[in-house]
């Protein structure tokens, strides 16, 4: 069962990883199209995903601290690289969409 649990926990790692890194290179399309309102929802569905990861991280974390140690496989590193890859490139994607509002003449956001 904790097997289980934890195989969860670092497929939620990738998946929702690898759709914040998707939303966020999409946000980035769309900012280069012009269309900002579908690129500041995209970086906020990214942001969604990244809290959901986020929260399989803590999971395992919280295990981890209390005693109940994970098993360190390929698999649990390829996760947690997964997610900083994508945390990485969402933060980068709000700033390319801000270089893109700013050549459009508009008003920079932080994303």
């Avoid at 097997?3 to 914040?20: D, F, K, P, V």
């Avoid at 290179?25 to 995903?49: N, P, R, S, V």
């Avoid at 999971?59 to 140690?69: C, F, N, P, R």
């Amino acid at each position: 069962m904790a097997e289980e649990q934890n195989l969860e926990a670092i497929m939620g790692l990738i998946i929702n990883g690898g759709n914040a890194k998707s939303s966020s290179m999409e946000a980035i399309q769309a900012a280069k199209k012009g269309d900002f309102e579908t690129a500041a929802a995209k970086l906020k569905e990214a942001d969604a995903a990244l809290s959901e990861a986020h929260n399989s991280q803590t999971g395992m974390l919280t295990k981890e601290a209390s005693g109940d140690h994970i098993e360190v496989t390929l698999l649990t590193v390829h996760s947690q690289d997964h997610l900083m890859n994508a945390i990485t490139f969402r933060d980068l994607a709000g700033e390319v969409v801000d270089v893109y509002r700013k050549m459009a003449g508009l008003e920079v956001h932080t994303y």
